[in-house]
């Protein structure tokens, strides 16, 4: 194997994993308060279940619970993803590891008081939890911009990740005008423009740019479909870099003409994507799919289902609150949660590996980094998990609490199941060493 290339190698316990160039605690950190977040996310999703059903999605409470969804779940997952990979992406070390960990110990516990403060309505903490959220975010867009900047090679991925931080700030800076509105009132009858700009811009530009940015490098080395032609990577960031500003501007504009182009833009970089995704996979080498793959291709229908309900979404969202409910809970708890859960399986037995194992191969049989959990739990876990939010949105969309009620305690049950998963992987003993 090749650790200063990144090359994955091909056979072995290790085979089609990426190697590592960079301390393994920082990412390994940023993963297990990640979990926890979803944790707290899936549990807070089973409280919240009969506002959803309602479609009450702007309430306080089913607010709070998104937040632990979108900084806690999926951006804290996204930041140890990149402190893995940018070494093997960008052949060069983080530019600050001290900085990773520093923006780490602001930004989780801001996510923390953050979301609390948004379920319980607390002025008091609303201003602790976006000061210490905000200096998480921006010492992690500082460090890891630095990195960019010194990288020999700049490759889609690359310019992904630099975009992709550009519009986390930008949620940023409209998640402060919506917390200062709380306050004063002063965006009036604008405020749910500025909600929905706010989502779209966290969700399509931050979220779904770097998942396209990581899948040009994660798919093809997973897969083993090296070689592949990759263009459509590079159309679906462009369209979406156009498209997300126009759909955000036509909203806080009140521009229909613009949102409505915004929005086909996004819907074309994302169908790019996906022809992109669906490239790799019909390429790979690798016939059979880890759980891990096959949480990502999952994920990828999720979101290809969002996107079928925005256009109707962004037409009549205004007057049927449980659509525009069922639209969240489809991309959110469905594509990208998911998908997120993708990376989780993948990166974190690999971490859990190098930390027991790396020592000791050649000299005596290890397990293969897929020994480190049970992938029959996986697939469970991934078809309770696809099971629950398919019924959470057809029960929103008939408005039955009763039956949101019971689909929220199904996908929280799915969380714990991955929770579980990652604490076996983290402490637990392999189910068998065979390979010398």
């Known amino acids: 194997m ?7 190698p091909r056979s072995g316990p290790m085979a089609g994993m990426p190697m590592t160039t960079g301390s393994l605690v920082l990412p390994g950190a940023h993963f297990a308060a990640a979990t926890l977040f979803l944790v707290a996310g899936g549990l807070g999703v089973a409280r919240v279940a009969p506002e959803l059903a309602a479609g009450a999605h702007l309430s306080p409470h089913v ?23 940018l070494p093997v992406a960008l052949g060069t070390p983080v530019r600050w590891p001290w900085l990773g960990h520093a923006s780490l110990a602001l930004f989780a516990p801001g996510v923390a008081v953050f979301a609390a403060s948004v379920f319980l309505v607390s002025a008091t903490l609303h201003h602790v939890g976006i000061a210490l959220v905000a200096s998480g975010i921006l010492l992690v867009t ?16 690359a310019r992904a990740v630099a975009l992709a931080l550009l519009f986390l700030v930008a949620t940023l800076a409209l998640g402060i005008l919506l917390l200062h509105n709380f306050h004063t009132g002063f965006l009036g009858a604008r405020r749910l423009a500025f909600l929905a700009a706010h989502a779209h811009v966290a969700l399509g530009g931050w979220v779904l740019v770097m998942i396209v940015g990581m899948s040009h490098r994660l798919l093809p080395m997973f897969l083993v479909a090296h070689g592949v032609e990759a263009r459509w990577t590079g159309r679906a960031l462009a369209l979406l870099a156009a498209g997300v500003p126009l759909l955000a501007a036509g909203l806080l504009g009140d521009v229909g003409a613009l949102a409505w182009i915004g929005l086909l833009l996004m819907e074309a970089g994302l169908a790019c994507f996906l022809v992109q995704a ?31 309900l925005a256009p109707a979404v962004l037409a009549r969202g205004a007057t049927h609150p449980r659509l525009a409910t069922a639209y969240g809970l489809v991309g959110l708890l469905g594509g990208f949660a998911i998908y997120v859960a993708c990376l989780g399986y993948k990166i974190v037995p690999f971490l859990a590996w190098l930390g027991r194992y790396r020592d000791r191969m050649g000299r005596e049989p290890v397990p293969a980094v897929a020994d480190l959990f049970s992938a029959t739990l996986a697939r469970w876990q991934l078809g309770l998990m696809v099971a629950a939010v398919a019924a959470l949105a057809l029960a929103v969309a008939g ?4 039956a949101a009620q019971l689909a929220a305690l199904a996908y929280a049950l799915s969380t714990l199941g991955y929770a579980g998963q ?9 189910r068998k060493a065979t390979h010398g």
Do not use: C, E
Request: charged content about 15%; proline content about 4%; aromatic content about 8%.
């Open 278 to 308: 669906r490239t790799f996979y019909r390429k790979r080498i690798r016939r059979r799919l880890d759980p891990g793959l096959r949480f990502a291709a999952v994920a990828l229908g999720l979101l290809a289902a969002a996107a079928l």
């Open 422 to 430: 990652m604490l076996r992987v983290a402490v637990g003993a392999p």
């Open 142 to 157: 500082a460090n890891v911009g630095a990195t960019l900047l010194r990288a020999p090679q700049r490759d889609a991925s």
């Open 63 to 85: 607010a709070g619970v998104t937040h632990l969804f979108t900084l806690g779940w999926i951006t804290t997952t996204i930041f140890g993803a990149l402190y893995q990979l």
């Open 2 to 8: 090749n650790a200063s290339t990144g090359a994955p």
């Open 399 to 402: 408005g039955s609490a009763v």
